[in-house]
């Protein structure tokens, strides 16, 4: 495989699975914020 | 002097979204799961394809990269749908805001990476990172267009003032897909024709690459709908954030304004 194929193969893996950690991250502050029932 | 009796802040029903566990509910994790596995077999079959006569190996990324223009497609023509259920009277729901700007945030990721991995892709074949090709310039301003929606969705206001004004702007940015879709036909290209076009029995496209495009697409569309749920629940959760907030300020304010 070469170096190309490689960066747009692991750079799709990346951008997907970095903004899926951003949402889930986002949706657990802000579910423990509003779960609490007080808002900051 | 008027005296105020003291107001307790209202407090909401607890909302269903913020009950549930950290993956949602046992229909998204099997969407989630569903995405994982779609997207291992992109992949897989992807990086498993032979060398071509015209590009060697750099032709594996043809599973990939439609796939993501295609999502890109799928999320603002959503964003279009939800804008226009927020716009008529009868269908006027705040989840449809909710989900306009939710699709539309996944859909610039998915434009982003179009571009990306579009770009990685025409430096061995084309010899460039980026040439002002229609299909390229269409693709970055689609990108920009998207963006400012965005920018226009954090513009400090009411929800429903919100979602008015980016419904009318989503509604017109969508008209650029048809556009930067047949792009490649109207004017002439570097970038090849149409993707959705090599899915049918008249190319001469090898069976093996058509079947990872395709794999590539399904993986990508479940991507962007677990994706876009999840999205859709942060946004909730934060109209229901800010409710709070601004209620516990009215009651600080009018507190204030008693002693």
Known sequence: MNGYVAAGYASTLVGLAG???YVLRRARVLRRRVGAGGPR | MTTTAPVEATTDPPDPVAAQGPLGSALTLALGIAALLALAATYALGLALPDTVEQGGYARLIAIHPGLAWAS??????????????????????????LAGASAEVGVVFTGLTLLTGSIWGRPTWGVWWVWDARLTLSAL???????????????SDPEVRASRAAVVALGAV?????NHFAVQW????????????????????????????????????????????????????????EASLQVAIVERRAEAAR
């Open chain 1, 19 to 21: 903004y899926a950690f």
């Open chain 2, 73 to 98: 497609y799928v999320a603002f023509g959503v964003t279009a749908l939800a804008s226009a259920a927020w716009l008529v009277p009868r269908t006027r729901r705040i989840s449809w805001d909710h």
């Open chain 2, 142 to 156: 689609m990108l920009a267009i998207y963006l400012g929606y965005l920018a226009l969705r954090r513009v400090p």
């Open chain 2, 175 to 179: 008209l650029i897909i048809p556009i």
């Open chain 2, 187 to 242: 004017w002439r290209t570097l970038h090849q024709g149409r993707s959705l076009a090599q899915l049918t029995p008249e190319n001469d496209l090898d069976a093996s690459f058509i079947g990872a495009m395709a794999v590539g697409f399904l993986a990508m569309t479940l991507v962007y709908a677990w994706l876009t749920v999840h999205r859709v629940r942060v946004a909730r959760l934060e109209d229901a954030d800010a």
